[in-house]
């Protein structure tokens, strides 16, 4: 039968008879391995037309797409996840009293005949690639609805007190059917926050209850939160999953786990707090699967994007990009390290943690437990023969120490400081022990950055500017944009994040300020006299083009 595929492919155009021969070859080779799945595994051709082509042969229906509505939720709800994952099936909505099957492999009846058993119906199989059937059962999975507030109802009347052995590593938050009831609230939890874009999951311990909240877009919100009594169970499964000691609770603990969630992978920080009513857990959420963004993506105008594209075409020099946490200072350095990378350049990364991977990048992780730190990974990245450095923070006057030495002997150097705005950078780089002539010498620029939530489309509205707020804030269109709030954006108005960006080029007059220790705030007064937007000014120009409000750039800036 297999052969005949083959032939069947090639008479259709699809393969050439040399394809073909080699297939047959290699099928022969490996007792078992039939030729379709050679000419598969060598993308001779494409699993679409190789099952048109098999369902075309044998009589069955094909499907190139599953729809939400081409589902019973019914059905799919009776039946074990890992089951319909592992055998690559999908039942389909039932008709006459029997239901139909989307099947990746035709030639494999024994899944079939285990679901006709747990279906107690007759089925009907019709062909799909595996890689539709996936998408249409994570589609399903995702579109329940209330998934925590289910969970916790199922721990309604638990006694509070769970074996241990429960508590195994899932391999998918979609999987919960069959988990166990506090696996499946952890599992919820960490879906739930996926699918509101949440950045953080708080897990707060009060006296007579816990409270869960959502970091989305910056703000906290909340959600469903269990009882009380399960406290202790919800904890330990978490230690569990982070690799931690769940026989401590007296002092903080940091740890991390990875995750999947459909065809999303997400590494999880993990940090455990001890408190008066037990302890506090803050999990950061780093999706891995998100692309690098595009410098044009994070929200530059042009005239900073053009003046920071500029800055790093030098040849050597430090930039820094300052902010406070979650500011999205690593993204920033991502995007410009993924601009300028190339194969004539040697790009290194020290980092803590790597949030994402770049292609073309050697990125090392910091590992302070065994001495591996800011300043002895840089020390050992000089001696890789570097062009360009990425230092994900520098924390110590060592580490400052060691980066400017760096850019001083020919190396572009990219790093992040905890600083409210561009000036105060140099500032902190004193108060660090590094000397002004050194930081003059060094440094050629420093982008300061926020982000600030970006307004709706679904529900975006105009209105009118008044006279007064126009002057006090420079605006200079009639009207701007608010979001009235829809089901799109959970009720906020917003729906997402862009940076504002304040960017300090040291020209010669900024070079004299620095080496004499002029305060920063004169320093920055220098610097928008020649021209530098402040972070507040990018900020309004946003609200000018209908991207974020007044209210929201004030929030995030000091005036």
Same mark, same amino acid.
Not at 30 to 39: A, D, F, M, T
Not at 93 to 112: I, Q, T
Not at 144 to 166: F, H, M, N, V
Not at 332 to 358: G, H
């Given at each position: 039968?297999?052969?005949? +595929?083959?032939?069947?492919?090639?008479?259709?155009?699809?393969?050439?008879?040399?394809?073909?021969?080699?297939?047959?070859?290699?099928?022969?080779?490996? @007792?078992?391995?039939?030729?379709?799945?050679?000419?598969?595994?060598?993308?001779?051709?494409?699993?679409?037309? *190789?099952?048109?082509?098999?369902?075309?042969?044998?009589?069955?229906?094909?499907?190139?797409?599953?729809?939400?509505?081409?589902?019973?939720?019914?059905?799919?709800?009776?039946?074990? +996840?890992?089951?319909?994952?592992?055998? $690559?099936? $999908?039942?389909?909505?039932?008709?006459?009293?029997?239901?139909?099957?989307?099947?990746?492999?035709?030639?494999?009846?024994?899944?079939?005949?285990?679901?006709?058993?747990?279906?107690?119906?007759?089925?009907?199989?019709?062909?799909?690639?595996?890689?539709?059937?996936?998408?249409?059962?994570?589609?399903?999975?995702?579109?329940?609805?209330?998934?925590?507030?289910?969970?916790?109802?199922?721990?309604? /009347?638990?006694?509070?007190?769970?074996?241990?052995?429960?508590?195994?590593?899932?391999?998918?938050?979609?999987?919960?059917?069959?988990?166990?009831?506090?696996?499946?609230?952890?599992?919820?939890?960490?879906?739930?926050?996926?699918?509101?874009?949440?950045?953080?999951?708080?897990?707060?311990?009060?006296?007579?209850?816990?409270?869960?909240?959502?970091?989305?877009?910056?703000?906290?919100?909340?959600?469903?939160?269990? @009882?009380?009594?399960?406290?202790?169970?919800?904890?330990?499964?978490?230690?569990?999953?982070?690799?931690?000691?769940?026989?401590?609770?007296?002092?903080?603990?940091?740890?991390?786990?990875? +995750?999947?969630?459909?065809?999303?992978?997400?590494?999880?920080?993990?940090?455990?707090?001890?408190?008066?009513? /037990?302890?506090?857990?803050?999990?950061?959420?780093?999706?891995?699967?998100?692309?690098?963004?595009?410098?044009?993506?994070?929200?530059?105008?042009?005239?900073?994007?053009?003046?920071?594209?500029?800055?790093?075409?030098?040849?050597?020099?430090?930039?820094? =990009?300052?902010?406070?946490?979650?500011?999205?200072?690593?993204?920033?350095?991502?995007?410009? *390290?993924?601009?300028?990378?190339?194969?004539?350049?040697?790009?290194?990364? =020290?980092?803590?943690?790597?949030?994402?991977?770049?292609?073309?990048?050697?990125?090392?992780?910091?590992?302070?437990?065994?001495?591996?730190?800011?300043?002895?990974?840089?020390?050992?990245?000089?001696?890789?023969?570097?062009?360009?450095?990425?230092?994900?923070? +520098?924390?110590?006057?060592?580490?400052?120490?060691?980066?400017?030495?760096?850019?001083?002997?020919? &190396? !572009?150097?990219?790093?992040?400081? &905890?600083?409210?705005?561009?000036? /105060?950078?140099?500032?902190?780089?004193?108060?660090?022990?590094?000397?002004?002539?050194?930081?003059?010498?060094?440094?050629?620029?420093? !982008?300061?950055?926020?982000? =600030?939530?970006?307004?709706?489309?679904?529900?975006?509205?105009?209105?009118?500017?008044?006279?007064?707020?126009?002057?006090?804030?420079?605006?200079?269109?009639?009207?701007?944009?608010?979001?009235?709030?829809?089901?799109?954006?959970?009720?906020?108005?917003?729906?997402?994040?862009?940076?504002?960006?304040?960017?300090?080029? =040291?020209?010669? @007059?900024?070079?004299?300020?620095?080496?004499?220790?002029?305060?920063?705030?004169?320093?920055?007064?220098?610097?928008?006299?020649?021209?530098?937007?402040?972070?507040?000014?990018?900020?309004?120009?946003?609200?000018?083009?209908?991207?974020?409000?007044?209210?929201?750039?004030?929030?995030?800036?000091?005036?």
């Amino acid at each position: 039968m297999a052969q005949l +595929i083959g032939e069947i492919l090639k008479s259709r155009g699809l393969i050439s008879q040399e394809d073909l021969d080699e297939a047959i070859l290699v099928a022969k080779q490996s @007792p078992g391995r039939r030729v379709e799945e050679v000419l598969l595994e060598n993308k001779t051709i494409s699993e679409e037309d *190789l099952l048109s082509t098999v369902a075309s042969r044998i009589g069955f229906d094909w499907v190139a797409q599953i729809r939400p509505e081409d589902l019973e939720p019914e059905i799919l709800a009776g039946l074990p +996840i890992d089951f319909l994952r592992t055998r $690559l099936l $999908l039942p389909l909505k039932r008709s006459n009293g029997e239901v139909r099957v989307a099947v990746s492999d035709p030639f494999d009846p024994h899944p079939l005949d285990d679901l006709k058993s747990l279906l107690k119906a007759d089925v009907v199989p019709v062909l799909a690639a595996a890689r539709v059937i996936n998408q249409a059962l994570n589609a399903f999975l995702e579109s329940q609805k209330d998934l925590t507030q289910r969970a916790i109802q199922d721990l309604d /009347g638990e006694a509070g007190t769970y074996a241990i052995e429960e508590f195994e590593t899932s391999e998918n938050l979609l999987d919960v059917a069959q988990k166990a009831p506090v696996i499946k609230l952890v599992n919820s939890i960490l879906f739930e926050a996926m699918k509101a874009r949440a950045s953080d999951i708080h897990i707060e311990s009060y006296e007579k209850h816990l409270k869960v909240r959502y970091r989305i877009d910056g703000i906290l919100y909340d959600a469903p939160s269990p @009882p009380k009594h399960v406290q202790s169970a919800l904890i330990s499964r978490i230690k569990i999953q982070s690799g931690l000691n769940i026989a401590e609770s007296r002092l903080p603990q940091d740890g991390r786990m990875n +995750i999947v969630a459909g065809d999303r992978k997400v590494d999880i920080r993990v940090s455990m707090l001890p408190t008066a009513f /037990g302890e506090r857990v803050v999990m950061r959420l780093l999706d891995k699967s998100r692309s690098v963004f595009n410098l044009t993506e994070l929200g530059f105008l042009e005239d900073t994007l053009a003046t920071f594209a500029k800055l790093l075409e030098a040849p050597y020099g430090i930039i820094l =990009v300052t902010g406070p946490t979650g500011s999205g200072k690593s993204t920033t350095l991502y995007s410009a *390290l993924t601009s300028i990378s190339t194969t004539e350049k040697n790009i290194i990364t =020290v980092e803590d943690p790597i949030e994402n991977q770049i292609k073309n990048v050697s990125q090392m992780q910091v590992k302070p437990q065994i001495g591996l730190t800011f300043a002895e990974g840089l020390r050992s990245i000089l001696r890789q023969d570097p062009d360009v450095i990425m230092v994900g923070e +520098i924390r110590d006057h060592e580490t400052a120490e060691i980066a400017v030495q760096a850019s001083l002997t020919g &190396h !572009l150097v990219f790093s992040t400081l &905890h600083t409210n705005d561009s000036s /105060g950078a140099v500032t902190r780089l004193i108060d660090m022990g590094v000397e002004p002539y050194l930081i003059s010498s060094s440094v050629i620029g420093i !982008l300061a950055q926020r982000l =600030v939530r970006v307004i709706c489309p679904e529900c975006r509205a105009s209105q009118t500017v008044p006279e007064k707020l126009k002057r006090e804030y420079g605006l200079t269109q009639k009207h701007v944009y608010v979001g009235a709030g829809c089901d799109n954006c959970r009720k906020t108005g917003f729906l997402g994040r862009l940076g504002i960006f304040e960017l300090l080029v =040291v020209t010669d @007059p900024i070079r004299e300020l620095i080496t004499t220790r002029t305060p920063s705030g004169v320093i920055k007064a220098r610097c928008v006299a020649e021209g530098m937007t402040t972070l507040r000014q990018d900020g309004f120009r946003k609200v000018d083009r209908g991207t974020t409000t007044v209210e929201e750039v004030v929030r995030v800036t000091q005036g």
